[in-house]
């Protein structure tokens, strides 16, 4: 098994000091280089000066919120993984971070354990690309991705992707034409399944559509598969 990078550059967003602190110490042990900052306006900054390998963002922070911080960033054209915190119980708030372009997301209260565990998944992945396939490019219709350079083209004009909306896409394009259980492609892309739910497949799925399908309620390519998860039409 590939171990996730052991040595990745962290930003984490949040204002109450004591978590922040927690947060920061715990990664470190692991190995990582840490920055931590308060305010969404730091966070903006941080990301436009230096690169990193994974953002933890709180959603409820000052001056400039965790959701308008995340629009800014994708905005950027910034791909960094993102990894929201969000409080208990607040169901909308996590599908809108990951509408917008969180790959991932934590409930407070959350253990140690668990963020750790999403911390690897998502470097993980940004480690190895996930994708185990031998063959590095995808061809379907008039779309071509590349696995080993990480882009996809339609008609020659190149697609903005998050990480997690790519291996994604890989991840249905190694089953092509195959139905593809939800169950299956949380243990693939997000690397668990505890805590997360299909409605986090799906939620990415429809921005995928959004990116690669000529009309998104119509999709020709990403078709869903009634009480079983989707499928890829090549």
Request: aromatic content about 6%.
């Amino acid at each position: 098994m590939t171990e996730a990078m052991s040595d990745a550059h962290i930003l984490i967003v949040e204002d109450n000091t004591d978590l922040a602190y927690g947060l920061q110490n715990n990664l470190e042990i692991e190995g990582h280089s840490v920055t931590v900052v308060k305010t969404g306006r730091e966070a903006i900054e941080q990301t436009r000066l230096k690169e990193f390998d994974l953002l933890i963002l709180d959603l409820m922070i000052p001056e400039v919120d965790g959701f308008r911080v995340l629009k800014t960033i994708r905005g950027d054209r910034n791909n960094i993984p993102v990894l929201i915190l969000t409080s208990r119980g607040e169901e909308a708030d996590k599908v809108q971070g990951l509408r917008i372009g969180a790959d991932d997301y934590v409930t407070k209260p959350f253990s140690v354990l668990e963020l750790i565990a999403r911390v690897d998944a998502i470097l993980r992945r940004r480690s190895t690309g996930n994708n185990g396939s031998a063959e590095d490019i995808y061809r379907f219709s008039n779309i071509e991705v590349n696995t080993k350079t990480r882009e996809i083209y339609r008609e020659g004009k190149q697609l903005s992707l998050t990480p997690l909306e790519f291996d994604l896409l890989v991840a249905l394009l190694k089953r092509k034409d195959q139905a593809v259980r939800r169950d299956e492609l949380l243990k693939e892309v997000w690397g668990h399944t505890a805590d997360v739910y299909s409605r986090t497949v799906d939620t990415h799925i429809a921005e995928l559509r959004k990116k690669i399908e000529r009309k998104s309620s119509k999709p020709e390519f990403i078709l869903t598969v009634p009480k079983t998860g989707y499928r890829l039409k090549v």
